[in-house]
């Protein structure tokens, strides 16, 4: 069983940065694609980044492109978000997902995933 748990959210100003890491636990002997994604209140939930297994391929949703970084630190087992020049519509719950089965139909979709963290929320005030 793998477990996610996001942290590093918090209440943040607009054009103010935040981090948000990912740990993976209970079964870490091997490194999978990782992803982020967000849901705000009566809306779905839609990619933000995502990172190979590898760390070789990253692939961005246009609204962050530029403003937002996925890396990862495989001996750590953790992923990371920096978020910078964040805006109020980035306001939502950031989830983290892992493609643990390792089948992946592409980086940014959510078919691709097959565990997801339980999300840590992100508001960013005017």
């Known amino acids: 069983q793998v477990q996610l748990r996001e942290s590093g959210g918090g209440l943040v100003q607009a054009g103010d940065s935040l981090r948000l890491s990912c740990v993976a636990s209970?079964?870490?002997?091997?490194?999978?694609?990782m992803g982020w994604f967000r849901q705000a209140p009566g809306k779905e939930r839609e990619f933000v980044a995502a990172?190979?297994?590898?760390?070789?391929?990253?692939d961005y949703a246009d609204s962050v492109k530029g403003r937002f970084t996925i890396s990862r630190d495989n001996a750590k087992n953790t992923v990371y978000l920096q978020m910078n020049s964040l805006k109020p519509e980035d306001t939502a719950v950031y989830i983290c997902?892992?493609?643990?089965?390792?089948?992946?139909?592409?980086?940014?979709?959510?078919?691709?995933?097959?565990?997801w963290g339980q999300g840590t929320q992100v508001t960013v005030s005017s």
């Open positions: 997902a892992a493609d643990t089965d390792r089948v992946t139909y592409g980086l940014r979709y959510l078919t691709t995933y097959n565990d």
């Open positions: 209970g079964r870490t002997a091997s490194s999978y694609t």
């Open positions: 990172i190979s297994w590898s760390g070789g391929s990253t």
